[in-house]
């Protein structure tokens, strides 16, 4: 099927597309069956940037993992570990980030800033903005390694497994770093009056 008759697919039948065919048809030239990649993909890369490298240059984060992506299709042998693969790359790009931002002098999240930013808000949805701004603020306390660990798995769902892959670690590597950076964000939590 080309790019041009895919055009026609409801959204639905978009869906039943597996992630094998479309990385297929991307390996062939088709930009239409990256785009449906990308709309599949992009939200859980951006959450995926935003959770181990902060907000400051995200859209440039998201823009440079896909681009990646496109250049490295042809060269992917197995489609059916297309995620993984993007997880790794993902994961590439948000390294590479953090070893220039250690390069530069950074200041912190400006707190203050962002809670005027939220003084208009009420209720329910004020407390989880804090709760999430707490959460990120408590991610941002841990190594690099450490926050990799709790984000892919306990944030993205993925496998231990898996994760292993991802960062390229022993499984047992896996497990006792996922222990250090859930200990550490609780100790965190509770500092700020977080209690579970």
């Not at 999240?109 to 005027?116: K, N, S």
């Not at 990120?136 to 769902?157: E, F």
């Not at 770093?177 to 550490?184: D, E, G, K, V």
Request: glycine content about 6%; aromatic content about 8%.
């Amino acid at each position: 099927m080309t790019g041009v008759g895919m055009l026609n697919l409801s959204a639905e039948q978009s869906a039943e597309i597996s992630d094998i065919e479309l990385v297929r048809q991307c390996q062939g030239g088709d930009r239409h069956s990256f785009r449906m990649l990308y709309q599949r993909y992009q939200q859980k890369v951006r959450s995926t940037l935003f959770q181990l490298c902060g907000k400051a240059v995200l859209d440039d984060l998201v823009q440079d993992v896909f681009l990646k992506v496109w250049q490295g299709l042809p060269k992917l042998r197995n489609p059916e570990y297309f995620a993984t693969w993007l997880y790794r790359i993902s994961w590439n790009v948000a390294t590479d980030q953090r070893r220039r931002f250690a390069r530069q002098i950074t200041t912190p999240v400006d707190i203050e800033t962002q809670d005027h930013l939220m003084a208009d808000q009420e209720g329910e949805a004020l407390t989880a903005l804090h709760y999430q701004e707490l959460i990120q603020q408590g991610l941002q306390t841990l190594s690099l390694d450490h926050r990799a660990v709790l984000v892919l798995h306990d944030l993205k769902d993925l496998p231990q497994k898996e994760v292993a892959e991802v960062l390229d670690v022993p499984l047992g590597t896996v497990k006792s770093r996922l222990h250090h950076a859930r200990r550490s964000l609780r100790q965190f939590l509770e500092t700020q009056g977080v209690k579970r």
